[in-house]
């Protein structure tokens, strides 16, 4: 925690120290990132990355609230994004597809019998090659995946180039992309599936607490929701009314330009 009791003491007084200190967000217009958070014997001090500051004399709060909420962030991962990729290949080749059949003659049953053709054949092939290529080919019964898989191929595309239902053009450039794909998807799985796990939603728990002054002005802050903050500054607040000996002039300060 030094660090954020580095950035606090820049703006102590004479006399002045830390007395509690955590780190947060100023959820203020102008804030930037974290922000570091602290009491002192005397006041509320909240200082932003970019050094904007807030302080809030004990005298002049009228009103402390505190409340709990849920924050969902989407969690991603570090590197190069392979799904991205993937899936900005993948957006293309439907594009493709999708004007080439705007653009031509073919029937919609035609590019639709051929398209489906074409994935079926992709979900045939891909499996049929990853068996293939496995060190452990010899088992029988892999032997028998492959030659499966490799006369239903044989079936899809002689039906592809035999059926007058099917756009030949439209079967072939849809089969090499989903193939392109597929195959970009085998090649970077390990890097792939990490990503799509870090595309879940990832719920953060925070504690929002609501300063208002006197005047009406509130500041409010978030903290890790069990961050005990919010009661000691109610424990601040309360002892400042009990001591009278320790009155000041009450300050607000905002964040700066």
């Not at 509320?44 to 409340?67: A, E, K, N």
């Not at 899809?156 to 992309?177: D, E, K, M, Q, R």
Request: aromatic letters at 4%; proline letters at 4%.
């Amino acid at each position: 925690m030094r660090p954020v009791e580095d950035r606090l003491r820049g703006h102590l007084v004479e006399g002045e120290s830390i007395q509690s200190v955590t780190a947060g967000r100023l959820l203020e217009a102008g804030a930037r990132g974290r922000a570091a958070i602290g009491l002192t014997e005397r006041r509320f001090l909240c200082v932003d990355d970019t050094g904007d500051f807030v302080d809030v004399s004990y005298d002049y709060v009228s009103s402390i609230r505190r409340r709990r909420r849920t924050k969902i962030r989407v969690r991603s991962e570090s590197g190069p994004n392979r799904l991205l990729h993937l899936v900005a290949g993948l957006v293309g080749a439907l594009a493709l597809v999708t004007g080439l059949v705007l653009s031509s003659s073919i029937p919609s049953f035609r590019a639709a019998a051929a398209v489906a053709l074409a994935v079926v054949t992709v979900a045939v092939a891909v499996p049929t090659e990853i068996v293939r290529r496995r060190s452990s080919v010899s088992r029988s019964y892999d032997e028998i995946a492959v030659g499966v898989g490799g006369l239903a191929l044989l079936g899809l595309v002689g039906t592809a180039f035999v059926a007058s239902s099917v756009s030949i053009p439209l079967y072939v450039l849809a089969t090499l992309g989903g193939l392109v794909l597929a195959g970009y998807a085998v090649r970077y799985r390990d890097e792939i599936e990490p990503r799509i796990e870090g595309l879940g939603l990832e719920r953060e728990d925070e504690a929002v607490i609501a300063i208002t002054t006197i005047d009406g002005t509130t500041v409010r802050v978030a903290v890790d929701a069990d961050s005990t903050f919010g009661r000691d500054l109610g424990t601040w607040v309360h002892r400042r009314e009990r001591d009278p000996a320790i009155a000041e002039t009450p300050v607000v300060g905002t964040p700066s330009d």
